[in-house]
């Protein structure tokens, strides 16, 4: 027989039963009653009561744990003899061992009168008693008050505590957890041995869940205090670094400033055909980074769809353009992010209806070029296929009236410096961004790695109906934001005294260079850089100035017969296999070598 501290009462003071609790520290043995008084402020963890013979699983509802809403936590003096949070008048009966909820084993047939509580340490079936008083607050406030979100405003009889919901959307942005797989662990967590016998309360999670993301999102964006409604995009974060006019800048000179973007397309978020169309209920349309449905599905009706044939290499993004998925709503998401900090635009993310139409990639641009650009007159865009989408962007934008553009902004259309190298070899010095004047070292690829952020979610938000899935993306996107916010201090530090150090070096160098090059040529070759880089965003074949030239004269043909004539030579005399060992080629040794494998196994063999 287990001992404890309140064990050793008199037994007139020690009630019925044994329990050890498994989530105190250091496992403390319990009788029936100091079980009960010392779990009223913890009425969520799992004990375990003596049979005699081992310790088997039981519940604090065993001891007759109520939780009293109100009154911190003491019953109220308003007395009723029915169970207040339903409508049946079925009189409270006496709590006996054989009608009190048994999680472990298969006959769980819990009380009536007690309510399903999801906590993140399982699920939980404890009765639960409101404030009666005549001044007492509603049902759904007194739970709120408590931590409780019911599931439903009429006759809750299921509650999620705000410990499980936040805890699993920590789960769902970190590690990707579906709201399937995370329901799974809790059945586990409650009864180790028949998970499957366990309430099943997963699409009251899935609901429940998706009206905390909305709840807390709009309390972080400050519309938790007053009833205003957000309006378009306000409920997303931007990058703090990025020039924003009346933000964190002011536009004098305005020459100074430049915004600097990059947009890709991420065909691993596909999604299905929603099966209830008509059932959808949308929560946040256009408030995030999402574009809002009705005014870019207008904008896809009016656009031509139009097949563009590559005067590049022939890129899957644009030969795969009218590639049609009839299983898929989306064949995947595409957006716009600043190119150099990699912080999501908001209301700049579209999904793809059908491949990478260009209809499709026109207005998360728009977006972005009007997202705190006030008074900023440049931007540069980097886009993997940018010498072929870049062509016509303005008569796109100017075709659509869903599209706007200020008309005074010069955009400087890039690549990034991994996918030129795609291209042909002409677009290296058209679009790599070493050729961009004011864009300092920047790759243009940094959304690529955004996507594996995205992609943590994508398949369990690939079935989703198109609100939720939408919401997903948003609060993960948010998110990711967020992150690069808070640690944006200490990689601009880093990125400051590496540029600082760069600068240095590449001054040395540069002056070497320029002290050993000609006077009349360097006047030369900078009258030729201001007329290229002046004309090439009409002309983009201006930029091949910068290509390099060798043309092949007499002594370059003497210097190329005399290095053929050099290697001949060392390689005959290194063939040699009469020559000294430190004087014979890798060739020679290698030849060596197989001769004597070889007469290795023809002795083997004869042998």
Not at 58 to 79: E, M, N, R, T
Not at 296 to 311: C, G, I, P, R
Not at 476 to 481: H, L, V
Request: hydrophobic content about 35%; charged content about 25%; overall charge neutral.
């Amino acid at each position: 027989m287990p001992t404890g501290p309140c064990l050793t009462l008199p037994r007139n003071h020690q009630q019925d039963g044994v329990y050890k609790c498994q989530d105190c520290l250091g496992e403390p043995l319990y009788c029936t009653g100091c079980c009960r008084s010392q779990h009223r402020s913890n009425p969520f963890h799992w004990i375990s009561q003596w049979n005699g013979q081992f310790f088997e699983r039981s519940c604090l509802a065993h001891v007759g744990l109520i939780i009293y809403l109100g009154h911190d936590g003491k019953q109220c003096p308003v007395v009723t003899d029915r169970w207040n949070l339903f409508e049946e008048d079925e009189p409270e009966d006496l709590l006996e061992p054989e009608d009190l909820p048994f999680v472990s084993r298969p006959e769980f047939q819990p009380k009536e009168n007690t309510m399903v509580i999801v906590d993140k340490s399982g699920v939980h079936r404890l009765e639960v008693r409101c404030c009666e008083c005549p001044n007492a607050m509603s049902l759904d406030i007194q739970m709120f008050r408590y931590r409780f979100f019911p599931a439903s405003f009429n006759r809750p009889k299921t509650v999620f505590t705000f410990r499980v919901l936040n805890d699993f959307l920590l789960d769902s942005l970190e590690c990707g957890t579906s709201a399937m797989n995370y329901y799974s662990k809790l059945r586990r967590m409650t009864s180790s041995m028949f998970p499957h016998l366990v309430l099943d309360r997963y699409r009251e999670l899935m609901r429940v869940a998706r009206q905390w993301r909305q709840l807390k999102t709009m309390k972080w964006h400050g519309f938790g205090h007053h009833s205003d409604n957000p309006s378009t995009e306000e409920l997303a974060l931007f990058c703090l670094a990025c020039p924003q006019p009346g933000i964190n800048v002011l536009l004098d000179p305005s020459w100074k400033y430049t915004r600097s973007f990059v947009m890709d397309r991420n065909f691993k978020a596909e999604h299905l055909h929603p099966i209830k169309p008509f059932d959808e209920v949308w929560l946040s349309n256009g408030l995030g980074f999402m574009v809002g449905k009705d005014r870019y599905n207008m904008h896809l009706a009016e656009a031509a769809d139009t097949v563009e044939k590559s005067s590049c290499n022939n890129h899957r993004a644009v030969n795969q353009a009218n590639a049609a998925r009839h299983k898929l709503e989306s064949t995947g998401i595409g957006g716009v992010a600043c190119a150099r900090h990699g912080c999501f635009v908001p209301h700049s993310m579209v999904d793809f209806q059908k491949g990478k139409r260009q209809a499709t990639s026109t207005i998360p641009h728009s977006r972005a070029f009007r997202h705190n650009m006030e008074g900023i007159t440049r931007a540069v865009t980097f886009y993997d296929i940018n010498c072929q989408y870049n062509k016509h962007f303005r008569v796109r934008v100017d075709r659509s009236q869903f599209l706007e553009m200020a008309p005074q902004l010069t955009i400087i259309p890039g690549i990034g410096l991994w996918h030129v190298h795609g291209h042909q070899d002409s677009c290296y010095v058209r679009y790599a961004s070493n050729f961009i004047e004011g864009i300092g070292r920047i790759d243009g690829e940094i959304m690529e790695t955004l996507w594996a952020q995205l992609n943590l979610i994508s398949p369990a938000a690939q079935g989703m109906s198109s609100p939720h899935q939408k919401e997903c993306l948003d609060y993960q996107m948010n998110d990711s934001n967020f992150c690069k916010m808070i640690r944006m201090k200490r990689t601009l530090c880093l990125k400051y005294k590496l540029a600082r150090n760069g600068i240095l070096e590449s001054g040395k160098a540069f002056n070497r260079l320029d002290e050993a090059a000609p006077l009349h040529l360097k006047t030369e070759w900078l009258a030729r850089e201001r007329i290229a880089q002046s004309s090439r965003l009409n002309d983009p074949s201006a930029m091949d100035e910068y290509e390099i030239n060798i043309k092949k004269g007499t002594l370059s043909s003497i210097v190329s017969v005399k290095q053929k004539e050099i290697k001949l030579r060392l390689l005959e005399e290194g063939n040699t296999r009469n020559a000294a060992p430190s004087q014979r080629s890798v060739a020679t040794w290698i030849s060596t070598g197989l001769a004597i494998e070889e007469a290795q196994i023809s002795l083997l063999i004869e042998v």
